[in-house]
């Protein structure tokens, strides 16, 4: 189930959302939007409203051109999604601590690959807190970001105390900061009521299917 050759333009707020798939078996949905437009969205509601909303397990977003928004142009949760071959350019207009691709605040949300994507011309704003490329916020952890192209991105890749990510093969073009890494996170790391904790308890984080496929989440 899908979208596949479709424009979306001039909305007040988000574009598509994917939620599907079973996150405690890590059974796929296959859901997908595909070699579509989506521009000038989030006109009324401007922040948290992106073009593509993904959560789940096992969704796709291949081949679209996303463009001129206030804040995120692809948003992701959950596990095993593929983000591929994408043009994003003119978001985060009116926003900072924030990114074209953004996901954070879940050591279990895994197996995500971001890649071959072209984001380009994203404005600073560093007044505002700074935009960048892909963002992994607040330790998200096992993403791989790959074959990417950076042009006038402020700072790229962002990887805010996430282990176990990988970045490679990537291309950056009149970027102030290529890749920046960060040890941020012990403090919600050892508090059992933070976000991260309530998220590691939500999965059976220890057990079959995801010890096998995520060897490292146990630990």
Known sequence: NGLTDMLIEDIGEGGVVL???DRQTLTPAN????RSTIRRFAR???TVQPAILMSGVGNRVVGNRISDAPHTAILFTGNDHLISHNEIYDVCKETGDAGAIYTGRDWTARGTVVSGNHIHDIPPN???GTTYGVLLDDQASGIIVRGKLFERVYQAVFIGGGRYNLVEDNKFIDTATAIHL???GKAAKDDPNSTLRKSLAAVPYNQTPYKERYPHLAN
Do not use: I, K
């Not at 859901?31 to 595909?34: D, G, N, Q």
């Open 126 to 128: 560093v007044e505002l």
């Open 31 to 34: 859901l997908y939007v595909e």
């Open 182 to 184: 960060d040890a941020r």
């Open 19 to 21: 939620a599907g798939g």
């Open 44 to 46: 009324l509601t401007r």
